[in-house]
């Protein structure tokens, strides 16, 4: 089966997502900049939750263009993914409103984790489908990059309860890894032409 309508479906929901998040954002309450203040930790978790959804789009259509066709497993996979990630705008909500509190920081955790591991169910979907020597086999090989970023999460889901400032910081170091997109598939994608 092709994979045309996935790639639509799945730019829609991310769009939609990212529109949902924005329009949690409340309009400040005064004309002066002092207005302002309060919707800076509001504005901060927006910026955060919008380089996350930017970041599994831009690789989740670098990793459909290395995936030849899907199969049912791949399309629930991806609904997968695209479940964690419509969570989003919930907890990136909850976040600013309750910027340094244990509960949301963690929940924020929980929820990169299961869409990491949800990214990494869809990649491993694709792959026992096109086999380890295809294109995304040969790009992502172990995915120590992945499992890496899984661990942090999982790292500062727990240290929410110790520091959520130690956690943030760690969900943003995650971002900066991914920030960049993943070169592993251009690699391959260019040898292969």
Do not use: C
């Amino acid at each position: 089966m092709g994979k045309g309508r996935l790639e639509a479906f799945s730019d829609g929901v991310i769009a939609i997502i990212i529109t949902i998040m924005v329009l949690e954002m409340k309009v400040p309450h005064g004309e002066h900049l002092e207005a302002l203040a309060p919707l800076i930790p509001v504005f901060l978790s927006y910026v955060l939750s919008f380089i996350y959804v930017g970041i599994y789009w831009n690789n989740h259509h670098h990793m459909l263009h290395a995936t030849r066709r899907v199969d049912g497993r791949i399309l629930w996979a991806n609904l997968h993914l695209l479940f964690w990630l419509s969570l989003f705008p919930v907890v990136t909500s909850w976040v600013g409103e309750n910027h340094y509190s244990a509960l949301p920081t963690a929940l924020y955790g929980v929820v990169l984790f299961m869409a990491g591991t949800a990214y990494w169910i869809l990649s491993q979907a694709i792959i026992a489908l096109e086999g380890k020597e295809s294109l995304l086999g040969k790009a992502v090989g172990r995915d120590r990059k992945g499992l890496l970023s899984l661990a942090i999460y999982l790292m500062g889901t727990g240290l929410a309860f110790v520091d959520p400032r130690i956690s943030q910081i760690l969900y943003v170091t995650v971002a900066f890894i991914w920030l960049v997109p993943d070169r592993r598939i251009e690699i391959v994608l260019s040898r292969e032409q």
